[in-house]
T-cell receptor, first 116, second 111 residues
Framework: EAGVAQSPRYKIIEKRQSVAFWCNPISGHATLYWYQQILGQGPKLLIQ????????DSQLPKDRFSAERLKGVDSTLKIQPAKLEDSAVYLC??????????????FGPGTRLTVT | AQSVTQPDIHITVSEGASLELRCNYSYGATPYLFWYVQSPGQGLQLLLK??????LVQGIKGFEAEFKRSQSSFNLRKPSVHWSDAAEYFC?????????FGTGTRLKVLA
């Protein structure tokens, strides 16, 4: 079974530029998550999709961050314009939720973003 | 509200020594609990999980964890640490759909 795929793995941009991250979840997983992990901290949920609908985006800075999951499969997370404090690892995860509780989340390798 | 606390930010052990990483949770009902490991530059890998039943849970890479309701704890243990275990370890709990992660414990292994 293929895991969660993310690209790019690394990205360096200047502040005020825009950037986009891509995620392909495990086949058949209805739920997809984007997390932000700042150095030295645990992952923080930015947005959760169930199929192509948003379940939770309460911690997404909507003035600069946007995300979509077209056709309920792949997802993109965009930052525009980027700020220095956006430097972090962006993790994508997927799970079979709501098919059966409890459930596990499977994580991709992450994209390390550096904003200079 | 759900929460997870990992009291130790850094832990250093010698190779071959035993290891215990602490995790305390706060949740009204029976929690679902997880331990993940994150090696440098990698995503999170599930080590083990507790949903119900036997309170001593076995995981991958020789790790185990014990759920203690009376202490609201889910500590991770390994009897003999290998140099390759050096990584960051995260405890997490989930409610209906949302994971809450602890701040992590960074493990250093001395040769």
């Amino acid at each position: 079974e293929a895991g969660v795929a993310q690209s790019p793995r690394y990205k360096i941009i200047e502040k005020r530029q825009s950037v986009a991250f891509w995620c392909n979840p495990i086949s058949g997983h209805a739920t997809l998550y984007w997390y932000q992990q700042i150095l030295g901290q645990g992952p923080k949920l930015l947005i959760q999709f169930q199929n192509n609908g948003v379940v939770d985006d309460s911690q997404l800075p909507k003035d600069r961050f946007s995300a979509e999951r077209l056709k309920g499969v792949d997802s993109t997370l965009k930052i525009q314009p980027a700020k220095l404090e956006d430097s972090a690892v962006y993790l994508c995860a997927s799970s079979s939720f709501p098919s059966g509780l409890p459930y596990e989340q499977y994580f991709g390798p992450g994209t390390r973003l550096t904003v200079t | 509200a759900q929460s997870v606390t990992q009291p130790d930010i850094h832990i250093t052990v010698s190779e071959g020594a035993s290891l215990e990483l602490r995790c305390n949770y706060s949740y009204g009902a029976t929690p679902y609990l997880f331990w993940y490991v994150q090696s440098p530059g990698q995503g999170l890998q599930l080590l083990l999980k507790y949903f119900s039943g036997d309170t001593l849970v076995q995981g991958i890479k020789g790790f185990e964890a014990e759920f203690k309701r009376s202490q609201s704890s889910f500590n991770l243990r390994k009897p003999s640490v290998h140099w390759s275990d050096a990584a960051e370890y995260f405890c997490a709990t989930s409610g209906t759909y949302k994971y809450i992660f602890g701040t992590g414990t960074r493990l250093k292994v001395l040769a």
